[in-house]
C-alpha cells in the first residue's frame, strides 16, 4: 500500500497495490464483467476512493467466507489483508449510505454509491421515462454526469451507445425518486414502466428496419442553424437512419450487444505513479504494452463485426434499453428531425381526397394514365443506373390558387406515396447549391418512392446556368415529379421540351368556386349549415381556392372559439375583415 498525508498531516491511503498472484485472482473474480484487468499487467494498482470496491464488498465478502472454508489457507490468508484494509477505508461510507437509503435518500456527496456500473438508472424527459445502464459517474463543477449506454440503430445494426445524464449539484438529502436520472430498483412504477419500455423497443427495431413512410403526432427535435428546436406537431414523416446520418453528418457510433460491453474499464493500473485524474486506467495500460493505435482499431473492428443485425435477437432486457426516440425526415417541415417512438403512427389514408379533387373533365383521367403507367414501365434491367428519361414530369400551369399544388396533393394520397415538396427558392441561388441540394433530393425521392413537387419553379428555370444542371439531373431522375407555374411561359424552353405531361389551370368559375365550398366546410365538419341562398352569394365572389380555404377555415375557427354554431354571419365577418365583404 501507499499512503499519502492529507490536509491537516492525517495519514490517508492513497493506493493499493496487490503483486500477489493469489489475491490478483481473487481480485479478478471478485471483478468479474469489469474490463481493464489484463492477464498481461503484473500487479494491480487500485487508487482512492476505491468505489468499485464498494459495489463488489458483498462479493468479495463471499469470495473471502469461501476461501476460509478451504483446506488452502493461503488465498483466504491474504484477501482477509485486503479486506480489513479496505473496510477501514469504506466503513464511514457504508454505514452512512445505509442509513440514508434506509429512507430511499441520498445526499450529494454520496450519490455515487446509488449508481453502480451495469444496474439500470430510470431518466424521464418531456413525459418520457427511458431506461439506460449505468457505466461509471464522474462529478464535476456543478453537477454529476452519469455515463450510461442503451440500445440503438446506426441503420444496418442494433448496438450500445453511449448517453451522458446529469444530477445537478444540491444541499442536504434528496429523495432519490425526484433525482432527474436515478436507480430503476427505486421508481414506485418499476414494473409497469418496464413492461412499457419493452414494448416500445418492439415497436423500435420495427421502425429501424429500412426507411418507412408514417403518420406522426408529438415532439419533433431539430436544428435551425446552432439553435435547438422542440415542436409538438403533427403530419407526415420518412424513416431514415442513414439519410438522417448521411445528411446531417451525426454518426451513431455503437458497440457489440454483448454482456461485457455495458461494462466500464475497471479503474486500474500497474504502475502507481500516475493517478486516474490525470490519465485513465486503460489509456496508461495501452500506453505501457505500446499499442493505442493498434487496440483503438482493432477494438472497433471487432465491435462492428459482432453487432446484431437481426432485430429478432434482441432480449427484453436489450429491448427496454431501445432508444425512445427515432430518425428521420419531417416533410411538412422540410427538415431532418428526431421522433418519439410512441407517436409514430401508421397512416389513415384519405381514399376520397382524390375523388373530391375538382379538374377541368378528363384531367383526372389523364393524370392517373401517366403515374400508373410510368409505374408500371420501369424497365427492370442492370443497366437501371445508368438509364436516361425513365422519370416522369407533370408541369401544372395556371395563377395562384387555382389547385395546382391540391392536385399533387390529392395524387399522393390516392397512390399512397410520400409528398416531397418544395419551393425553387429552396434550392439555392446559384447552379453550384442548386446541384449539391437537387441532387440530394432527387436521390432521396427515389429511394423513398416519393412524389417530388417543386413549387414556383418559373424564376428557377429561367436561369442558364441553373437550367444547365437541372436538365443534365433531370435526366437520370426515375421517379415522378410535378412542377407547378404561375408563367410557364418564362420556363427556359430547353426545360420545356424535358416535360412529359401539362395541364393548364384555369381561373375557378362560378360553379368551381361554390364546389369548393360546399367541399370545404364539409371537410370542416360544417355540413349542411349554409343554405343554398348562401352559397349562391358565396360563388359570386372572385376568389382562388386558397383563398376561399382560408376563409372557411378561419370562420370555422371562430365560431368554435366564440362556442357558437356555425352559420354564414362567421363567413361574412371573416370576408369583411380580409375581402371587403361580400360586395367584393
Known sequence: MRKNYSEGRTMSLDSVVI????????????????????????KFVFKAPFHPFYFRWARFTEILERQQRSPQPAPATYSQLLHDLLLEELQKDMTEVELLLANKSITYRRLWAIFQPG???VSTKDGVHE??????????????????????????????????????????????????????????????????????????????????????????????????????????????????????????????????AIMPDIDVGDYEHVRPAQIS?????????????????????????????????????????????????????????????????????????????LLPEGYKTLMLSFVHGQEGNMPQTKELEQSRGLGLNILLAGRPG???????????????????????????????AVEERLQMVLELSEKWDAILLLEDCDGFLQDRAIVGVALRLFDFYKGLMFLTSNHPEAIDSAMQSRINLRLNYPDLNASFRENIWKQLIWSLGQANTLSNDDFAKL????????QIKNVA???????????EAFCMQHIELVLEATHNGLSS
Open 19 to 42: 503483486q500477489n498472484a493469489s489475491l490478483k485472482q481473487t481480485v479478478r473474480e471478485v471483478f468479474e464483467g469489469y474490463k481493464g484487468m489484463k492477464p498481461s499487467m503484473k
Open 119 to 121: 444496474e439500470r438508472a
Open 131 to 260: 431506461f439506460f445502464v449505468i457505466n461509471y459517474c464522474d462529478y464535476k463543477e456543478s453537477h454529476m454526469e452519469i455515463h450510461a449506454k442503451y440500445v440503438d440503430w446506426d441503420g444496418t445494426s442494433f448496438g450500445y451507445a453511449n448517453k451522458t445524464l446529469r444530477v445537478d449539484k444540491f444541499a442536504g438529502t434528496r429523495h432519490i425518486a425526484e433525482l432527474e436520472v436515478f436507480p430503476a430498483s427505486f421508481h414506485p412504477l418499476k414494473k409497469e414502466l418496464e413492461l412499457q419500455a419493452i414494448a416500445r423497443g418492439k415497436k423500435f427495431q420495427t421502425l429501424g428496419l429500412g426507411h418507412q413512410h408514417k403518420a406522426y403526432d408529438g415532439l419533433v427535435k431539430y436544428t435551425v442553424g446552432r439553435r435547438k428546436v422542440t415542436k409538438s406537431m403533427k403530419g407526415r414523416i420518412v424513416l431514415d437512419k442513414v439519410a438522417y446520418m448521411r445528411e446531417t453528418g451525426k454518426d451513431t457510433e455503437l458497440v457489440a450487444l454483448t454482456a461485457g
Open 281 to 357: 486506467a486503460q489509456t496508461m495500460i495501452n500506453a505501457l504494452e505500446g499499442d493505442i493505435q493498434f487496440d483503438k482499431v482493432a477494438s472497433k473492428i471487432k465491435a462492428r463485426r459482432s453487432l446484431n443485425r437481426k432485430s429478432q435477437d434482441l432480449t427484453d432486457d436489450q429491448l427496454m434499453l431501445c432508444s425512445a426516440t427515432v430518425h428521420g425526415f419531417f416533410l411538412e417541415l422540410n427538415r431532418w428531425a428526431k421522433f418519439e417512438v410512441e407517436s409514430v403512427k401508421d397512416i389513415e389514408w384519405d381514399d376520397e381526397v382524390f375523388s373530391t379533387l
Open 402 to 432: 387555382t389547385g395546382k399544388s391540391f392536385t399533387v396533393e390529392a395524387v399522393a394520397e390516392h397512390t399512397r406515396r410520400p409528398l416531397y415538396r418544395l419551393s425553387a427558392a429552396e434550392l439555392g441561388e446559384n447552379a453550384k
Open 539 to 546: 360563388r359570386a365572389i372572385e376568389m382562388n381556392g386558397r
Open 553 to 563: 377555415k378561419f370562420a370555422v375557427l371562430f365560431a368554435t372559439r366564440e362556442r
